[in-house]
């Protein structure tokens, strides 16, 4: 008898983290670095079989490249760098179904303006504007994105905000179509590099019915933890304190003049 209450209440434990981890109900890319050029893109919980990816010049050919049950890789040549918008869809006369992420190479490129503003899929998540290079959004900060329907803005849309660990967000886009974003707090301060900050997932998604067909948008990208979090207190003390006796001393040292 204590072996079946043993597995039972494994079961119920296995049950309850399972349950804890699906922080999200929509299919979830995953994207492993493989250099300054090249990127590994999975999705998990999905068949699709073909990425779509828009480089940051829009007069340049979108991409599509067919991809595995082990994801695929995508390389960019030597000037073809910075942000590009990486999608996958499904679609039917009842539903479209579209899943985006943006991922920044590393290599000289030209500005992601063009390709933000370009027409990418009906219903669209747009960032307004994406971080900087080697920059990331931030638990805390306030980030806008614009919905568009069509190459149009849509006001007083709900768009929903799923977050690891914390509750959904149920936001509402303005008069022009600009939803504010607050990042809530970070999870497990974990990394995959030592040398790197950690991040984790999040994803805004918008449903909306024209006719008799759906369309929801999914759009997901990565936040850090806030600016001081992580930080040792003990060196950013040392670190103030030097800074304010060199100031001192520059403040006590005499000014030359007549003599």
């Given amino acids: ?11 119920l434990f296995w049950i309850v983290e399972a349950k804890a981890s699906e922080w999200t109900p929509y299919p979830l890319i995953r994207k492993e670095s493989k250099g300054r050029d090249q990127v590994r893109i999975q999705v998990k919980e999905s068949s699709v079989t073909e990425l779509a990816i828009y480089p940051p010049d829009p007069s340049t050919s979108v991409m599509r490249m067919p991809m595995s049950a ?49 027409p990418k899929s009906r219903l669209e998540i ?11 959004y931030r638990a805390g900060e306030r980030w806008s994105f614009q919905l568009r329907f069509d190459q149009r803005v849509v006001p007083d849309q709900l768009v929903i905000l799923f977050t690891p660990g914390q509750p959904e967000q149920r ?35 918008v449903e909306r019915v024209e006719g008799v067909k759906k369309f929801t948008t999914v759009f997901q990208h990565e936040y850090g933890p806030a600016p001081l979090v992580g930080r040792d207190p003990v060196m950013g003390w040392l670190v103030a304190c030097l800074g304010m006796g060199a100031g001192f001393l520059l403040w006590r040292k005499p000014r030359g003049g007549a003599v």
Avoid at 127 to 135: G, H, T, V
Avoid at 178 to 204: C, H, M, N, T, Y
Wanted: aromatic share 10%; charged share 15%; proline share 9%.
């Fill in 171 to 205: 936001l509402f886009t303005d008069g022009k179509g600009i939803l504010k974003v607050v990042f809530p707090p970070f999870g497990e301060q974990k990394s995959a590099k030592k040398d790197r900050r950690p991040v984790q997932p999040f994803q805004l998604v």
């Fill in 1 to 11: 008898m204590r072996g079946i209450g043993l597995l039972i209440f494994l079961g």
């Fill in 126 to 136: 747009i960032p307004q504007p994406l971080p900087r290079e080697f920059a990331t």
């Fill in 70 to 118: 082990d994801g695929a890789t995508i390389k960019v040549n030597q000037g073809g760098g910075n942000y590009h918008w990486i999608a996958v869809q499904t679609d039917s006369p009842r539903e479209t179904f579209t899943l985006a992420t943006v991922h920044y190479f590393s290599v000289p490129g030209v500005s992601p303006a063009a390709m933000l503003a370009a």
